[in-house]
């Protein structure tokens, strides 16, 4: 016994210091763009919509570390004013979904019957169509707008959130603790809000983690396709969709940008990996293995 237990012991020192500078990385990266859309007014040498604040299309230099753009803009300052509406739409999106799916999934399940059956065909037939084409679709009813496309994204994730609160609401129905709140009287919403929600939100958190980098995608994506914020406001979906005819000539105003995004994407999929690793147990199981 004592010879397995010895050699146990360096396979957990080695895997769980892997887990934290992962965690770190991640915390640190989402703080950074966090300072970045509060105080990057005050950060940015510039104000990111000011027109002719060096010359147009000047590359990276001491006094415009990014360049500037076409209109003169400098585009650190736009890459920095960026960060704000890309953190808003993945939390705006992310949020609506998780609050709707929560809904719909637990009264699914909770319900059963004729609610199960016709909340769940709504689920199906949400996932029924190609996600870019709802949310598309959504916009084009909406019109564009950084609140209107997180709301986009938002119902093209509610099928998600709605799935695993019926699957885990489902799992825990036969608990003793649900059988003994019946038994006290206790009303539907009362048990489902005092003991269903507590006990899914779980998984409820780590689907949370996992669609931000998501909802960041798309949100780039609808926003390269012209329905993010509205000129001149920065946002990177839009920069690299104004800038790629200079994709061969000027660089640097297709990189920067691409590369925050890319960042950003990263930091939320750490984020989701930490949270994943953190509250699921069998993905700790299989990690050991």
Do not use: K
């Not at 800038?243 to 990263?266: E, G, H, K």
């Amino acid at each position: 016994m004592s010879t397995v237990a010895h050699r146990r012991r360096p396979s957990r020192s080695v895997r769980w210091p892997v887990r934290g500078v992962v965690a770190n990385i991640a915390i640190f990266l989402i703080l950074f763009y966090v300072v970045l859309a509060v105080l990057g007014p005050y950060l940015t040498p510039f104000a990111p919509n000011q027109l002719n604040v060096g010359p147009r299309l000047s590359p990276p230099s001491a006094e415009h570390w990014f360049g500037t753009d076409a209109l003169g803009r400098d585009q650190l300052s736009r890459v920095v004013a960026a960060a704000q509406p890309a953190l808003l739409a993945a939390v705006y999106a992310v949020t609506f979904a998780l609050a709707i799916g929560t809904v719909i999934g637990i009264a699914a399940g909770f319900l059963g019957g004729l609610w199960d059956g016709a909340l769940s065909r709504l689920v199906d037939l949400l996932f029924a169509i190609p996600e870019y084409l709802l949310a598309i679709l959504v916009l084009t009813i909406m019109g564009s707008g950084l609140i209107n496309a997180s709301v986009a994204i938002g119902i093209v994730c509610i099928p998600r959130f709605a799935r695993i609160a019926r699957g885990s609401t489902l799992e825990i129905m036969g608990r003793n603790y649900i059988d003994a709140a019946r038994l006290c009287g206790r009303g539907r919403i009362w048990i489902m809000r005092r003991h269903i929600l507590p006990n899914i939100a779980s998984p409820l958190v780590i689907m949370t983690a996992i669609n931000l980098s998501t909802a960041e995608g798309a949100y780039a994506a609808l926003s390269f396709l012209g329905f993010g914020v509205r000129p001149p406001e920065a946002d990177y979906g839009s920069m690299i969709s104004s800038s790629q005819q200079y994709l061969l000539t000027d660089p640097w105003l297709v990189v920067f940008p691409s590369i925050a995004f890319v960042v950003l994407v990263l930091a939320f999929n750490l984020i989701g990996d930490v949270m994943r690793d953190r509250l699921d147990p069998r993905s700790r199981t299989s990690a050991g293995a």
